[in-house]
C-alpha cells in the first residue's frame, strides 16, 4: 500500500473555504469519490471526495479549518499501490469534483459567444440552461428568483435548487432581459436542462450606455436578486412576527449563507418565518428571530412561556467526575436524533399492543426451506409481516395517509410502499419496498435482503429511502417482550415486532402451546382514533395466524 496526500482540488477562483463537517476518521476505509469532508463557500456546500480508495492514515484538519487550493486535509493508504497511485495522478483532472465556483455558474465557450456578436453592439437571444450541479441529479427547484422582463446582470440568482446536500442558487451567465421562463417551482431538473431566455446585450457602444444606465449588481451573499424592472414590486421587508411553527416535511426556503449564519446563532431556520419572496428567510429575519428570542429570555419569559417550544437541557462539566472523551455525531446519528425528536413532539403517539399467534405460519416458512435454497433466497418472518400489513393498509386507508395541517387536509395515498428499519454499524436506516400489495413473499425476502445489505454496507440511495407509507420496526432477534416505536411522521403509524416466545393459549378445553409474536403498534391519534388501532392489531393477528386469509 502506498500513501497518498489527499489536496483540496481546484475551488472554481473562491480564496478560502470553511470545513463544516468531517466525514470519516483515522483508520476508516474508504471508496474512490467516498466524502471526506465539507466545505462551505458563500454560495454552497461541497464534499470533497477521497482521490483513491484505501485507508484513511491521517486527518491533519478540523472542523472550523479554513483551507485553500492545493492545502493538504490528509493522509491515505492506497489499497491498489503504487501503481493505482501513479494513475490517479495521471487522472486527477478527471477525479476532482467541480470547483465550487464552476458548479454554479458555467464558463462561457466561444459557441455561446460568438466574436461577430460581442463586436456589433446590439443584442442576441441566448437559452440559459443549468451548469454542472458536481453529480448531482434531478434536483427540485424551490424557487423561481426572476420574473420575465426582469433586467438583470451577470451571476444574478436565477432559481434555486435544493438536493440532499446543499441549497444552490443557479447565477445567470449573461446580463441583459429575461424572457420566457421555461422551469417552475417543482420541476425537477438536471445539468443542460433549459431554464429560460433572455436577450443579451451585447459589448459595444450600445452595450456599455445600457449597462450604465442598468441597475447595480447584486452584492455576492445577498439572498435576493436586486436588479428588477421598473414594474417589479419593491424588495420585501423583514416583518415583525419571526416566529412560525415549523411544520413536518417542510422545506425550508434559504440560502447557503443564511443557513450557516442561522447555524452560528445556534437558531433552529425551521422555525424562523421568512420575509423574502414566497417566504424565503433572509439574513434579517435571523437576526430579527434571535433577537425577539434574547428580548423574550431577558424579560423572563423565554420559549416556554411564549408556548415556542421546550426549556434546553444544560449540562455539567463532566470531566468533575471523572475522565471523558467526546466526538462528533455521525451524520446518520444527528439525521435520526433530529427526525426523532421532531416527531415526538409533533405527533400525539398512542401504542396498540397484542399478541399475534404464528405457530402455523413458522411451521409453513420452515417448510420452505429447500425451496428456498433453490432460489437462493431465506424465507425470513418478515416478509410475512409486509404483506400483513399491506393488507391491513388496504383494509383500513385511515392508516394510509399524510396530514396537511398548515393546509387542513388529509393526504390519502394510492399506493403501498412500507419501510423496513435496518440496524447498521452506521446508525438506523429504512430502505422502503414498494409496492409490497403487489409482490409475493419470495420477491419481498430476496428485496428486503438485498435493501438490508445496502444500508449495512452504506450504499442505498436517497430514492430508495423515501416514499414510505408506513414502517415495520423488529427487534425480534434481539429480544424484548414490547416497547414503543415512534411513529417517522409524515407517516402515521409504525409497527413494533419484538421476539417471539412460546405461551400456553387456552383453547377452551385446554392450554396449549403456541407461539406467540407481541406487536406493537404506535399511531397518530390525530388520523387515527384507538379503535381503529385495535382494529389494525387484530387483522394483524388474524393474517399471521392463517396465512391462507392473505390469499382473500
Known amino acids: 500500500m502506498s500513501e497518498q496526500e489527499i489536496k483540496v482540488p481546484d475551488l472554481g477562483g ?16 474508504v471508496a474512490e469519490e467516498d466524502p471526506i469532508l465539507t466545505v462551505e463557500s458563500d454560495k454552497a456546500s461541497v ?10 492514515i491521517r486527518i491533519t484538519v478540523k472542523v472550523g479549518d479554513k483551507v485553500r487550493e492545493g ?33 454554479e455558474k458555467p464558463a462561457a465557450s466561444s459557441e455561446d459567444k460568438p466574436a461577430a456578436a460581442r463586436k456589433s453592439g446590439g443584442s442576441r437571444q441566448e437559452t440559459v440552461r443549468v451548469p454542472q450541479l458536481d453529480g448531482f441529479d434531478n434536483v427540485p427547484v424551490i424557487e423561481i428568483n426572476v420574473s420575465e422582463g426582469d433586467t438583470i446582470e451577470v451571476d444574478d440568482p436565477l432559481v434555486t435548487v435544493e438536493s440532499d446536500k446543499a441549497t444552490m442558487e443557479i447565477p445567470s451567465p449573461f446580463a441583459g432581459k429575461v424572457g420566457k421562463i421555461l422551469v417552475s417551482e417543482g420541476d425537477k431538473i438536471s445539468e443542460g436542462h433549459e431554464l429560460l431566455e433572455m436577450t443579451v446585450e451585447e459589448a459595444g457602444v450600445g ?13 455576492e451573499g445577498s439572498e435576493k436578486p436586486e436588479a428588477k424592472s421598473p414594474a417589479a414590486e419593491p424588495a420585501a421587508q423583514p416583518v415583525a412576527a419571526t416566529y412560525a411553527p415549523p411544520v413536518p ?34 439574513k434579517e429575519d435571523v437576526q430579527a428571530y434571535v433577537k425577539g428570542q434574547l428580548q423574550q429570555t431577558q424579560q423572563g419569559g423565554g420559549a416556554v412561556a411564549a408556548g415556542a417550544g421546550i426549556p434546553g437541557v444544560k449540562l455539567p462539566d463532566f470531566s468533575q467526575f471523572g475522565e471523558i472523551q467526546r466526538e462528533g455525531m455521525s451524520r446518520i446519528m444527528a439525521a435520526t436524533a433530529t427526525n426523532m425528536q421532531r416527531s415526538w413532539l409533533n405527533v400525539p403517539h398512542v401504542t396498540q399492543f397484542d399478541d399475534a399467534d404464528i405457530t402455523d405460519m413458522e411451521a409453513f416458512r420452515k417448510s420452505q426451506k429447500a425451496a428456498g435454497e433453490k432460489k437462493g433466497v431465506k424465507l425470513t418472518p418478515l416478509p410475512f409481516l409486509l404483506k400483513a400489513c399491506a393488507h391491513a393498509l388496504a383494509q383500513l386507508p385511515q392508516f ?53 445489505q445496502k444500508a ?39 409497527l413494533g415486532v419484538s421476539k417471539a416466545a412460546m405461551k400456553p393459549v387456552w383453547d377452551g378445553n385446554a392450554f396449549q402451546p403456541r407461539l406467540m409474536l407481541p406487536l406493537s403498534l404506535s399511531y397518530d391519534h390525530r388520523a387515527v382514533n384507538g379503535a381503529d388501532g385495535a382494529r389494525f392489531t387484530n387483522l394483524l393477528c388474524e393474517f399471521l395466524g392463517d396465512i391462507r386469509t392473505l390469499l382473500l
Not at 419496498?433 to 428486503?448: M, Y
Open 47 to 56: 464534499e470533497l471526495p477521497a482521490p483513491v480508495a484505501g485507508k484513511v
Open 456 to 494: 449495512r454496507d452504506k450504499q442505498l440511495k436517497p430514492a430508495e429511502m423515501q416514499g414510505a407509507c408506513f414502517t415495520i420496526t423488529s427487534l425480534g432477534g434481539i429480544g424484548g417482550t414490547a416497547f414503543t416505536p415512534i411513529v417517522n411522521t409524515p407517516e402515521v403509524a409504525i
Open 400 to 452: 394510509n395517509v399524510a396530514l396537511d395541517m398548515e393546509r387542513k387536509e388529509v393526504v390519502r395515498k394510492q399506493y403501498i410502499h412500507i419501510g423496513i428499519a435496518v440496524d447498521t454499524p452506521n446508525g438506523l436506516m429504512v430502505p422502503v419496498i414498494r409496492d409490497v400489495d403487489k409482490k409475493g413473499l419470495w420477491e419481498l425476502a430476496a428485496e428486503a435482503a438485498e435493501l438490508a
Open 14 to 29: 473562491a480564496d478560502e473555504v470553511e470545513i463544516i463537517e468531517l466525514l470519516v476518521s483515522e483508520g476508516d476505509t
Open 207 to 219: 452595450g456599455e450606455a445600457e449597462a450604465e444606465s442598468a441597475p447595480p449588481a447584486k452584492a
Open 71 to 103: 492545502d493538504v486535509i490528509g493522509i491515505v493508504a492506497a489499497s491498489g499501490g503504487a501503481e493505482a497511485a501513479s494513475d490517479q495522478v495521471e487522472n486527477d483532472e478527471a477525479t476532482q469534483p467541480a470547483p465550487v465556483e464552476q458548479q
Open 249 to 282: 416535511g417542510a422545506k425550508v426556503h434559504a440560502g447557503p449563507a443564511v443557513r450557516k449564519l442561522a447555524r452560528e446563532f445556534g437558531a433552529d431556520i425551521a422555525r424562523i418565518k421568512g420575509s423574502g419572496p414566497k417566504g424565503r428567510i433572509l
